[in-house]
């Protein structure tokens, strides 16, 4: 009797397993049907701009910073202003769907494969980009930019849409960066004049401070962290610091395809790269760096530091100790009054430059994925926010209110640091997601107006932005994308943080040995296919 | 019990089917109706194609896994982190155990037991930042010896440290929760058992070991074949909180490289594959050690 309940519970279990598989199954090729069928339909429902029929819900992503005090990012004083005024116009609800800033891109990977990813989505990462047009998800958005988009197409020009093209097809709409610097290294010139040092001009010379640094400890606290660092799984490098190794005789050649994108990726190859990291594991034996740097995963911990006024130098994003979040600097001047950092040049190369790599002249893709039914609706939203008065608004507020116009640029008045007009990063980028920095439709009312948007480090900004311009190089710009590295990037991108994890941790002796083994490692587990397809890409861009 | 109908029994016990239907429903809806996505690994997956019209790849996913020297390490790495967690982590509850029952003192052992289970209800995530700033090479403990006049210990930067904070803090975290099994199996214990051996001269250790040790041993036997069977699946939570890029080549483990391999690059019919491939070693291990301890005379699960 037992036996025959058991078999009937099974018998049912079975049936029931084979009916949800059908049902999964057909369920999804339904879909798979209505999905297409939007897509090739958008360009004719298009047809009439000025008159929208029935009410439609624009979805688009934004990113959610976590920023302490942020207000509900899908009802707040900017989401209003766009559907006060966007959608008045066009009959429509735009709506935001949030996605975490630092996951952003498995998030997004989630939400395309599960078809819920919002009408607008966007990304930095290029690889992530070139894997959804292979595999069919992303709308050529060439026609309706044709459509729908003139200002839009205007405003970028074609410049910047070529970042946006696969095979040919406009895939993406790139958005504009107007501040293309990257990095910055920042010093403690309180301790410097402490000690009666200059400021360091040369690799060297940086040594040598540092070591003074931790010997002298001028700032008088406890664990001095002469150079501060923390190694970023995600983004893992070593900042501008690896170009004083860096030979400045490089051919077009190597520069195209060695350092493709060295602020995010160790170039291992290039030469002189194991020199630099050579130089970090030099200063980390002699205890010149923050000993936390491979536990700190998330930086958290540095910024702890440098708040604390322990830290003598660092490197970081140009602007990062004045970015209001975490608010670095402003924390260091409270808890460490008379404390100054400033951004120093020392990382002078054979040649007495002090070349930085920076951005592309483009910021994130902007995708409309397939199943998407608004891909019109999308371009003219963009072509919306390309208005300048709509710009104006989205980055800096209400004139009057918000912000005043000094000299033609927006200075603001503080209304938009916290509650309902809090913005969760400068300028609202995160809103304004066509323009990567403040755009004032004029490079030159951009970089007067790009140092306002820091309240209270103004004259420091401005300095800032001049330093990490000095020698200011982008990265080679290649029409073909790199398939390898879009399929490598992730491993490559943790095996780099690995390797120089050990390699900074290495006994010095041990250094050149190591070095060779984990390069041959990272050569053989992908880094040599990435590095293939960038010559051959580099060499039919180039026709030879 | 002649051959009543399916229905007999059904009317018969009709309550406790009910009961049964929340437990089978979720059984279909989370751990069967997922098996349907298991052709992922064998297929070219395209997000956007959906599972069902993705085409085939004839094995290439395997092929690819199967060459991959991270995917050999992580597979390593696992088998020895909990091969560790077995050897050092699966006495552990049973020694604490032993010690809680022999406390005479019943307010004494309810603390101790209330907090000795509090550990079981903190998040990784959390714990990860307790371990960092405990054991990092600036940490608290570390700053202590330090003060004391000792050589900072490397427990989280050097990778055979790593392992023993990685086993210490799991055993820390679990030790206490995995009492009560063994607990509740003490309780069924004849307690004639003990006076006789009393009468009989045996000493505490003596009852022990020749009363509470075989008195759990079903216990005992039952939760190692369970272990055994999981030695390839491994949390993700403790080791991704715990390690860092310095102990990657012994604390990347199969977990963590499916997250970072099929979600984080978004290949997943690679993350399928090797999920697969690691269900069937543990089905492999749970078989075959049910297997033998049926051969040793102790009573599987099934």
Known sequence: MKVGASRWISMALATLMIVSTLAACSSNGANKSSDTEPA????????????????RTLTVEVFDRGKPGQPDLNNNYWTKYINDNFGKQYNATVKFVT????????????????????????????????????????TDLGPVLEQHGTDLVNYLGEEILKYGKIDGK?????????????????????????????????????????????EKNPGN???????????????????DLIEAFKPSNLTEQQFATLQPNSVRTPPWTMPGYDKAVQFMNKMFNEGLISPNFTTDKDGKQLDADISNGKVG???????????????????????????????INPWQNDAGKHPKQGYSPNGMFILVPTFSKNADLAVQYLNWMVDPKNTLFLQNGEEGVDFNMVNGVPVQTGTTTSGDKMMTVANNLDYDILSNG?????????????????PGFEKEVEEALKVAMTD????????????????????????????????????????????????????????????????????????? | MGNKGVMYYIKHDYLLYFMLIVPVVYLLAFKYAPLYGIQIAFKDYNIFQGIHASPWNHFETFNEIFSSRQFFQAVRNTLVLNGLDLIVGFPAPIILAILLNELVWTRYKKVSQTILYLPHFLSWVIIGGIVAQLFSPTGMLNSLIVDLGGHGLPFLTDKYAWVGTYILVGIWQNAGWGTILYLAAMTGIDNQLYEAAEADGAGRFRKIWHITLPGIRPTIVILMILQLGNIMAINFDRPFNIQNNLVMDYGDVISTYVYRVGIQSADFSLGTAIGLFQ????????????????????DGIW
């Open chain 1, 221 to 239: 606290v406890t664990g001095v962290i002469p150079f501060g660092y923390s190694l970023n799984s995600a983004t893992p490098g070593l900042g």
């Open chain 1, 472 to 544: 200011y190089y982008a990265p080679y710009y290649f029409s073909i994308p790199n398939s390898a590295e879009a399929k490598y990037h992730g491993q490559l991108t943790s095996l780099s943080a690995q390797m120089l994890a050990k390699l900074i941790f290495a006994k010095p002796a041990e250094f050149d040995g190591l070095y060779k083994t984990l390069v041959e490692q990272y050569m053989e587990q992908g880094g040599k296919a990435v590095e293939d397809e960038f010559i051959k890409n580099y060499e039919t861009q180039n026709g030879q």
């Open chain 1, 170 to 214: 406009q895939y993406a709409i790139p958005g504009k960066r107007t501040v293309l610097a990257g990095f910055n290294t920042f010093i403690r010139k309180d301790w410097l004049d402490k000690l009666s040092l200059p400021v360091p001009t040369t690799a060297e010379q940086f040594y040598d401070t540092m070591v003074a640094f931790k």
């Open chain 1, 313 to 343: 130098a660092f490197s970081t994003n140009w602007d990062g100790p004045y970015r209001t979040a975490p608010g670095n600097y402003t924390n260091l001047k409270t808890n460490v009054p008379g404390a100054e950092l400033i951004p």
């Open chain 1, 99 to 138: 996605v975490p800033r630092s996951q952003e891109v498995e998030k997004l990977n989630v939400l395309m494969a599960s078809s819920d990813a919002p009408d607008i989505v966007f990304t930095y990462d290029a690889g992530t980009v070139y894997k959804f047009s292979q595999q069919g998800g992303l």
């Open chain 1, 438 to 454: 403040i755009e004032l439709g004029d490079p030159q009312k951009n970089a007067a107006a790009i140092s306002a948007g820091y």
């Open chain 1, 40 to 55: 090739s339909s958008t360009p004719g429902n298009t047809a009439s701009d000025s008159a929208p029929k029935e009410h």
């Open chain 2, 279 to 298: 269900s069937v070693i543990c089905l492999i291990f749970l078989l075959s050690s049910n297997y033998i301890s049926r051969k040793l005379g102790d």
